[in-house]
Structure formats: C-alpha cells, structure tokens
C-alpha cells in the first residue's frame, strides 16, 4: 500500500513541475505589444536636418574644443623644429550644403555631408631654439566630410540607446592665417604647419564624434520613462523592443500603461496588436491603443480617484454658467424634501469605465452609483437619495502643446432601479434632476481637471504643429509636424530632459520639479 501511495506522490510532483515548466515556458514565449507606438517619417528627418543645424550652431557655442599641439620642422629657415600650440579655439562660422539623413532598414539612420566649410578663431603661441613669440591666428576649414551610421536599440530598462557605427571624417584643406606685427613672417611658413593641422584635426574627428554620442547615451539611460501624471498615477513610456526601422520610418513601441501611484502591478489584461496606417505626410505618427486608455480608467479606479463629493455651491456655479433653465434646481429639491441645509453631492465608481474606440466614435461609460446627501448644523452628513447609474460619454479630443487633452459630453444617462421604484414620479422626478446636475454641473467639473492632458513623448524644445487627431477601431492616431523652438519653455515628458546640452562635459540634467 505504501509503494503505490509513493508512487502516487511522485507523480503528482512530476505532474505539478511539467505544469510550471508549461507556464513559464509560455509565460516567457508571450509578445509584448506596445500601448503606444511612435513612427518618424522621412520628413521629420528633413526637417531635422534644419534643426539640427540650429542646435549644433548653438552647442558650438558653449563647446570647449581642445587645444591643438604639435611640432614641426622649418628646412627652409634652417630651423630643427618649432613647437606650437593653439588654444582658446571658437569656431565662428561653419556650413554644411549637402547634408542628408536617411533610414537604414534593419540597422539605423546614415548621416552624410560633404563640401562642408568652417572659419575658426584661436590664439597660438610658438616656441623655437631662434625664437619664441604669440598671437592670434584664423582657420579656415573647406571640403569637410563625414559619413555615419546611427544605430538605435534599447536598454534593459527601456532607454533608447544610440551607437555611431562607421565613422568616417575628413577635412581636406585648411588655410591658416596668422595676425600680429610680424604677420607676414609668420605666414611665409604657414602653408607647411596646415598639413600636420590636418593630420591632427582628421585623426580627432570621429573620436570627438563618438564621445558625444557615449555622452547623449550617458544621459538617456538617466531619463525617468516613469512619469508621474498626478496625484493617483503614474505613466511609464519605456520602450519594450529595439525600434523597428524600414526605408520609410523609424516606428518605437512603447510601454505605455498607467499605474496606481503606490501600485506598478500591471493591469488584469493585455494589450493586443494595432498596426499604424502607411501615411508619410506628417513628420510623427502616434498611435495610442485602447489598452493605454483602458489602463489609465483601471489605474484611476483603483487610485479611488472616481470617487469624489460635490459641494452644490461648485456644483451651483457650473449650472449657473452653463444653463440658464436651471436656476431653480435646488429649490425643487427642497421642495421634495422640505430641506433649506447645505447639499453635497458624492459620485462613486462602482467599476472602472468602460473605454470603447470605434471609426471615429471615443465612448466611455461610467458605472457608479451617486448619493445627494445634506448636512444639519453640528450633525454628520445624511443621504436623501442614492442610486446606481451608467452615464454614457463621447469623448472629445485635442492636442494642445505637447498634450493630449480630453472632454467629456453626455450621451445618455441610465439610473439602474429596482422593479417596484420604476414608476415612482418622485425617482422619475430625481433621475431628471441627477441627470441634469452629471450633465451641466458635475461634468464641466470633470473637463475642468482633465484640461491638464495626458502628455505625450516629445524631446524639449520640439513642439507640435498642424495636430490632428483620428479615431480608429481600437486605437487613435495622432498626426502632427513638429518644431524646433530654442527660446520654448515647457515641460518634457520624460524628466530629466530638459538641462540637456548634448555636448559631453557640458551635459547637465536637471530633475523635474
């Protein structure tokens, strides 16, 4: 008997750990698809073109090139050697008239330019077993080159990561013209330093090149992709693959579900795939699924943000703004109930709304239940009447800035009563009066604190222009330009962006407030 209740034992075990294996294994094999995704098209790489040389113009600026140092000999002054060394170098002016950027499919963006051109100021001193002497000299660089590949991946966490691959850099004549008293001496020998100048400057190039994108890629992997948006949640925009790169496009998928602010349990459901339409007319695409929307409602439920109270006196100010036909709503309801006390009123959620994206319909349902209560002088507060409801809501949207920005308008308003109550006139009388305060007192309310918007990924300074929004069935697409603007002051969606200088040992992040 106790063989075979051994043997039972077994395998059961055996059983239970084929089962895990079983789970893990699908567990670990399961696609991850994106609430959001993000499609740079060709032309924002255009555009990028001109912006970036707005923001190279000014990191050029605040840049500290190194001094260039070096020794050579003067046959033709019978000297051995004369040591120079240039310091303080600006670079004044520099264009760049054929410079392209394109998708590599698979790999990454190629960066080219040529015939590239730069006037460059410095200070120099020389040293030599004749003489020794200082001055202040102009460089001028012509038939610059550079050719690269930008590849992008991700990190553990999320960050996007950049490597330069392929560098290759080139300045092929430079002219150096000294200026001082003995200017003229000074620039009989300046044709045979401009070729060791070259030498230097060509071997420095892609090595400063690379520093900088080690240093861009120092200061991504500290962004925060976690943002807090309030008080009750926090958004995470982490991107959970390497971006997916086509000859067209560069499309990131991103995270994008809410958390309860004390909570970053993933909600009880998944994303499910959406694929953006093929458009190239606008410099950015998002697409943002209804898992992000739906996340957000379950995150906030959760958060017990949907439960809320109502003084009349702000409840009062909205239907006074907003229907001219209600001055006289509490009265009525002192009428009914012969009561002169202070109202409130409490609005509860009773599950999380109900998101539903369709061909150009945004829908949200609210189930809750609302209580009028009234509060005697030195009393606790007590309920008048209470009922369960279901308020169907099209939802309105817009971008404003670098946000997502959504209304809220009443469709149909639903009180769920019990058999028995159905034809009461005094319900009948307070489903239309619930119905009128939910829709000209308690919703502007609601569109009141959703005016702060949900903020969209965007690097500082770039603003969007010519937004447009559409609904499709299961996701909606954002279709907006964008804008570099160096005097623009807002607030980036990933913390951390905004002291950003791009130049390494100049680079300061500055956390948000």
Known sequence: MLPRLEMCTKAVQVLWGCFFLWNLCISSTQTIYPGIKARVTQ??????????????????????????KGSESLEFLKVDYVNYNFSNIKINAFSFPNTSLAFVP????????????????????????LFQDTGE??????????????????????????????????????????????????????????????????????????????????????LEVLTKIDNYTLLDYSLISSPEITENYIELNLKGVFYPLDNLTDPPFLPVPFVLPERSDSMLYVGISEFFFKSASFAYFIA???NVTFSMKEISNHLVQNSQGLGNMLSRIAEIYILSQPF????????????????????????????????????????IVSMDFVASTSVGLVILGQRLVCSLSLNRFRL?????????????????????????GILP???AKLQQGIPLPNPHKISFVNSDVEVFEGFLLISTDLKYE?????????????GLSLMSGQWRGKPAA
Not at 425 to 434: D, K, S, T, W
Not at 486 to 498: A, R, V
């Open 416 to 440: 769920s009563l019990p058999e028995s109550s159905r034809n009461n006139i005094e319900v009948l009388r307070f489903e239309n009066i619930l119905s009128s305060i939910l829709h000209f």
């Open 43 to 68: 032309r924002a790489l255009d555009y990028g073109i001109q912006a970036g040389m707005e923001m190279i113009e000014q990191m050029i600026k605040e840049k500290n090139i190194p001094d260039l």
């Open 137 to 222: 000299a102009d460089l001028f660089l012509s038939g610059v080159y550079f050719t690269g590949i930008i590849v992008l991946s991700q990190n553990d966490f999320g960050h996007p990561i950049l490597k330069l691959q392929d560098c290759y850099a080139q300045v092929s004549h430079a002219h150096v013209s000294f200026s001082g008293e003995l200017s003229v001496l000074y620039n009989s020998f300046a044709e045979p330093m401009e070729k060791p100048i070259l030498k230097n400057l060509n071997e420095m190039l892609c090595p400063i090149i690379t520093s900088e994108v080690e240093a861009l890629n120092a200061n991504l992997s500290m």
């Open 344 to 383: 409130m009123v409490r609005v509860m959620a009773t599950e999380p709304p109900v998101i539903s994206l369709l061909p150009g319909n945004f829908t949200l349902d609210i189930p809750a239940s609302i209580v009028i209560l009234t509060q005697p002088e030195n009393s606790t507060a007590e309920a």
């Open 304 to 306: 017990g943000a949907f």
């Open 106 to 129: 698979g790999v990454g963006i190629k960066a080219l330019t040529n015939h590239g051109t730069a006037n460059i100021s410095t200070n120099w001193d020389v040293k030599s077993p």
């Open 445 to 447: 309310l609601a569109n």
């Open 486 to 498: 160096t005097s623009l002051k807002q607030q980036p969606s990933f913390h951390g962006w905004e």
